[in-house]
């Protein structure tokens, strides 16, 4: 029917716009480098920030002693502690705590706020069992993950850009997170030093590193997006600092703020741009993170209930409402496995109040999934083989071993999604290439990673 040919010549037209073809990306690749060299040329050189981590050294494995660390993300956070045995016995007791912050904080007082973090910390601390060790007369030391946009000014310093997610706390912004904890820690009455502000990438290359000497790379790929790596220090022109001894500096890239002629936009993108809380930023977030995909696939559901009635004479209401399809929504529709595909069914049903849809109509929401989640894996290989081109690990040497660590609930639990990223990154690298190249799962690796740098940065190294 005129229905249908509507519906599918709208739907290969957004298939024809998503297409990632391997020349279309190896420009993507080729344009994050380009940024890659330019916003290590100048503070605000490109889109991309590239900043400054203070990290000048990784742990190493042979790290020793209690350590602990706070990660602070969004609506939880963590404390957890680690006691490290050395080369030998690694990690020897790891305990974590989850703790969720009360909403009235996110929105009201920096002193409030810090003031329950540091007693969390301190209820932690002093809750401690004997397994746990610290020598006498040492300072208890913490890494502190915060995975806000911060401008670092040293390992354990750093001032807030601007909180996301949900905080808004207009006095903390401009102010030292580290000093803020730090002297709510003090009104505790706790003796903990505060020895390391790292973004969550940072701890999980941190924390990718302690298990697995050729981690080189981090890449988040949840709510949200973003990649750490190790940098040559030299290579860091708006560095003026002393070249640290290991001769390395971790970048945090803020990647998910890459921008390119290349990126292939659709209409639906760039009016999911527009009508975002951050318009004209993070355009590479808002083609492959979690906080997006699903809602790129309701739009191209909703244009296709307006313009070919695709699931009848009426649209539904509740597809109108911007992100009610969540992406892992999304995801159980795409491995949908079932005959009839009856979580298609169920999901479109349930979420958007759509029922009695037909095998072909499911099919087709299939379709677009695979078409979004596609483009999105393979674009997140591009970037990573941008990554490993800026470091040279995308030609055959004499066997070196290049490990990637992945985190992120979206690479985690989207399983198509990471399948695609894979392939397309062992495309990308050729056969000689991609045997050595390895992406790794690391696991809720920023917690630990923190505390890792905070080891690794102790002073009483
Ligand atoms: P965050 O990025 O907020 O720190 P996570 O790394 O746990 O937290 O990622 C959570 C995000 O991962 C969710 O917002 C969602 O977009 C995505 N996600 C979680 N579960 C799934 C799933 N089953 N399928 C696809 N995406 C998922
Ligand atoms: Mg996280």
Redesign the pocket.
């Known amino acids: 029917s005129g229905r249908w040919a509507r519906a599918e010549a709208i739907v290969n037209d957004f298939e024809e716009k998503c297409a990632t073809p391997i020349g279309k990306l190896r420009q993507v690749a080729d344009a994050m480098m380009v940024e890659m060299h330019a916003g290590l040329a100048s503070e605000g050189g490109s889109k991309l920030k590239m900043l400054i981590s203070y990290v000048d050294s990784l742990p190493k494995g042979d790290e020793k002693g209690l350590f602990y660390a706070l990660d602070l993300?969004?609506t939880n956070f963590r404390v957890i502690r680690v006691q490290l045995g050395g080369k030998e016995q690694g990690v020897i007791n790891q305990e974590a705590e989850e703790v969720s912050i009360p909403p009235h904080l996110m929105v009201g007082s920096s002193y409030e706020l810090f003031d329950f973090i540091a007693s969390e910390v301190a209820r932690f601390v002093t809750s401690e069992s004997e397994e746990y060790q610290l020598p006498a007369g040492r300072q208890r030391e913490l890494g502190f993950t915060f995975?806000f946009p911060v401008r670092q000014t040293s390992l354990a310093s750093g001032t807030l850009i601007k909180w996301t997610?949900g905080f808004s706390i207009e006095e903390t912004v401009g102010e030292d997170v580290v000093s803020e904890l730090t002297k709510a820690i003090e009104r505790q009455g706790l003796d903990l030093r505060v020895a390391a502000l790292v973004n969550?990438t940072v701890g999980t290359l941190a924390g990718g590193r302690y298990y697995d000497n050729d981690v080189i790379a981090a890449v988040?790929?949840?709510?949200?997006t973003n990649a750490a790596y190790v940098e040559r220090a030299h290579a860091i022109p708006k560095w003026h600092g002393l070249l640290p001894k290991s001769g390395e500096m971790v970048i945090n890239m803020e990647w998910g703020n890459f921008r390119s002629s290349h990126l292939p936009l659709t209409e639906y993108d760039l009016l999911l741009d527009t009508e975002s809380l951050n318009p004209g930023e993070q355009i590479f977030e808002k083609l492959i993170?979690?906080?997006y995909?699903?809602e790129i696939l309701r739009r191209v559901l909703l244009s296709l209930a307006e313009e070919a009635s695709f699931f009848g004479d009426i649209v539904p209401p509740k597809l109108m409402v911007p992100f009610i399809l969540?992406?892992?929504h999304?995801?159980?529709m795409h491995l949908d496995t079932s005959s009839d595909l009856r979580v298609v069914g169920s999901k479109l049903k349930d979420i958007l109040g759509i029922s009695n849809t037909s095998f072909k109509t499911r099919k087709m929401v299939v379709k677009l999934c695979d078409i979004i989640a596609k483009r999105g894996a393979r674009l997140s290989a591009a970037g990573i083989f941008g990554i490993l081109k800026k470091q040279g690990r995308d030609v055959a040497t004499e066997k070196q071993r290049t490990v990637v660590a992945l985190?992120?609930?979206?690479f985690?639990?989207?399983t198509t999604?990471r399948k695609s990223l894979e392939n397309t990154l062992a495309e990308m690298l050729g056969k000689d290439v991609d045997s050595s190249v390895i992406i790794k799962h690391a696991n809720d690796g920023s917690g630990i990673g923190a505390a890792l740098i905070a080891a690794a940065h102790s002073q009483y190294l």
Request: hydrophobic residues 25%; charged residues 15%.
């Open positions: 993300g969004g995975s997610k969550d988040i790929l949840g709510t949200g993170s979690g906080m995909l699903g969540r992406t892992p999304m995801s159980s985190d992120g609930g979206l985690e639990h989207y999604f």
